[in-house]
């Protein structure tokens, strides 16, 4: 595969949008998806301060987002993107829908990471007089941190995925490059490239979780 210059510079721009679009929806997303994820655990029938209505209302509606498929969902809130970002188009666009899909999903992962914690060391916490906020702070987050950050390069690959996928509506980046050139003009090479540049970016966001998790992981030093 020989390209032109023009191709390289398309290419390093969609990589541009594509790290923009899926480095922002993170950020977002995990602003609003920890403290969901927090608020999961803490209510829950065998949490510190049980809360079941809140919890069943809170998990019910993050379970329906996280059922909604992602082409779906992105039709769905196109007047919330429009209003938010002024355009349908283009990869600031991508960024609501992505966040819409993305926060439940880190919601759970996050209930998943803190409910791995020992029930003893939080009971130990609760007989020494910490409060629930310190308990939060000093237990939960610190004990869960490599499951956490496990799941964290899982959900960024994820919302990476779907970054590519939002390439059908003119969501920019490098899905919108290999759908453009892959399916609608059959230029097999330039869908491979851009595979390839994706699968990469997957590659070093898993391998950069897996270290960073087992160098916070208390158990293995």
Excluded: H
């Excluded at 209930?111 to 009971?123: M, N, P, Q, V, Y």
């Amino acid at each position: 595969m020989i390209f032109d210059a023009a191709v390289w510079s398309m290419i390093l721009v969609g990589i541009k949008e594509t790290l923009l679009m899926v480095a922002i929806s993170s950020a977002i997303s995990y602003a609003i998806g920890i403290p969901l994820g927090i608020l999961l655990v803490v209510t829950d029938v065998n949490g510190i301060k049980p809360m079941p209505k809140l919890n069943s209302t809170v998990g019910f509606i993050i379970n329906i987002l996280r059922s909604i498929p992602f082409m779906i969902l992105l039709i769905m809130v196109l007047p919330v993107t429009r209003a938010i970002v002024g355009t349908t188009l283009g990869w600031k666009a991508v960024v609501p829908p992505l966040v819409f899909a993305a926060a439940p999903y880190i919601a759970r992962m996050v209930e998943s990471s803190l409910k791995e914690t020992d029930a003893g060391i939080i009971e130990a916490a609760k007989s020494m007089g910490a409060s629930n906020m310190q308990i939060v702070t000093k237990v939960y987050l610190p004990e869960a941190k490599p499951s956490l950050i496990t799941g964290a390069a899982i959900s960024i690959t994820t919302i990476l995925g779907y970054s590519a996928m939002a390439g059908f509506v003119g969501g920019g980046g490098l899905g919108t490059i290999a759908i453009n050139y892959g399916y609608y003009r059959y230029q097999t090479d330039i869908m491979i490239l851009t595979v390839v540049i994706l699968v990469l970016i997957v590659q070093l966001i898993q391998e950069a979780g897996t270290r960073l998790a087992r160098n916070t992981d208390k158990r293995i030093r």
